[in-house]
């Protein structure tokens, strides 16, 4: 019995014991954070003499391989991918074509070798063998920009090549042959390279559409370093180069005498015009798209017109597009066309294709189409001393004022005291030549068929509500430009992120002014516009040209509310 009670009183002990106790799995010890470490490779790294086309690296723990034919640069580049095979903690590279005699190859692995477990990088990890005696030693690095924003270039082919072909000049190589060596840009736009022979090169970059590593597309963006360079004995380790610095074709030298070449990207502008598009964009616009601009089109009607046919050649900012706005009085007309040395003589539809929606009546009175008059006041404010114009879709060819006009100051109410004056060559935009004062309210009533455009449309019975805000709401930014010599002139540039509020053309050092800013953050950039078209121009690799130079103004300016920024020191461009 004793017994019997003492057993129960041990195993209700235990239960008890056991309840309160909490389930613990066991500690996998501190996460990984080291990437993988190669402790051997056969052959040695750096050997001389390879003969053989297999190679073998082993790690330290499992590895996995991310997109080996995309990561992994070889140079010379192989016309065959070699393949690549992972066994336990040993990588096998094997060539699948002969290598050259006395050459020098370099495997950059770039982000592709992981640990198996936690994806830890093995970054930019690079395996060297010659089969000469010697292995070469020499090493560049820079930084690849779009030489119109200057943003880092990511992932572009940064090429050498080596004046060794006996059949194709130096400068047509990479249009057709693949380079000596070639790496890759990072994130930032830095790129090097190491184990070079002691030459002259080459240097051309490159945002590969094909992935042939040729300059083969019209739209590939590239860039080029306008002389050959020459690398060094100093090992390259990835450069540093400030994305605010503005002298991208001399090369820099570090302290440490390692040389960095800033490469500024564009895509240069086929030099074979061609109509890249034309079409009847609505009732009365004709319009062709050209490849790159041009100023000497000419259009001739190949029939005979009724007098009330009138025709207006528009041209774009970029003069890249040409619109034709006319009387629609026909419904074809054959229309030849000539620019440059090419003539294109087309019969037009002058009537768009009618969209019916099956299974739904057409109404029985269809709108009258009318001429819109857009106002420049966003939100129905000017600001003080902005101007306000009219603007319309088509060129207005007549104005006709009526008694009928208001203009409301306040609580003076005017008739008949409005007048209107062109503002740019095509009649586009009309100024409304009265003063509107800070702290100011208006109304303007303007009646029907005023404005007469082209096609023969006038406007509505339009209204306007302006207010002009008090002066202390916006902020000022004053600030002197040096031009250098040499340029004809300078754009300069407001941007607010990516956006261009408003630009300012300079032929000599000045003090530039923008005012009636709205609170908030400014960028200035400076176009050093070299051929004087006020735009911003790439560059031409044919032609030996270099992109036009582009400058931002060292900090951002936050404008604020009666408030002026001026910059006392000069801005060196």
Known sequence: MTRSINLLIIIF?????????????PSGGPKDVFPPVVVETNPENSSRNVSGKTFHITFDEYVTLDNANKNILISPPQKKSPTYRLSGKTLTIKFEEDLKPETTYSINFGSAIKDLHEGNLLKDYVFTFSTGDAVDSLSLGGKAVSAETLKECEDFYVMLYADENDT???????????????????????????????KNYLLFVLKDANSNMLFDLPNEEIGFYPEMVKPLYIPVSQPVIDTTATDSIIAKQ????TLKYQIRTFVQEDSVQKVLKKELVEDGLLRFVFRYPTDNVNLSICEELPDSFNVMKVLSPRKDT???????VKDSLWIS????????????????????????????????????VLGNAKGGKLKPEQPLILSFKEPVVDVVMRDTMWFIDGKDTIFNDLRFSKVDEYGFKYKVEKKFESEGKYKIIIPDSVFFGIRGLTNDTTKLD????????YGNIYITVEVPENVPQVVIQLLSGDKILDSKIIKETQEIEFEYLDAGK????????????GLWSPGNYIKKIQ????????????VKANWDIDLDEHWEL
């Open 337 to 372: 066309m000539s620019y440059d040395t090419i003539s294109d003589t087309t019969h037009y539809s002058l009537k768009p294709r009618a969209s019916v929606k099956p299974n739904r009546r057409r109404a029985k009175d269809e709108t009258v189409r009318r001429l819109e």
């Open 322 to 328: 040409v619109s034709f706005y006319f009387t629609p």
């Open 254 to 257: 570090d302290s440490d005498d």
């Open 13 to 25: 002990t235990a239960l008890i014991i056991n309840g309160c106790a909490n389930a613990v799995s």
């Open 522 to 533: 400014y960028k200035l950039k400076a176009i050093l516009d070299t051929d004087s078209n």
């Open 466 to 473: 302006i207010t002009v805000p008090e002066i202390s709401q």
């Open 547 to 558: 992109p036009e130079k582009v400058v931002f103004y060292k900090t951002e300016l936050e």
């Open 168 to 198: 194709i000049p130096l400068d047509s190589l990479p249009f057709f042959v693949t380079p000596n060596y070639v790496t890759k840009t990072s994130k930032k736009g830095d790129f090097s390279f190491t184990g070079l022979a002691d």
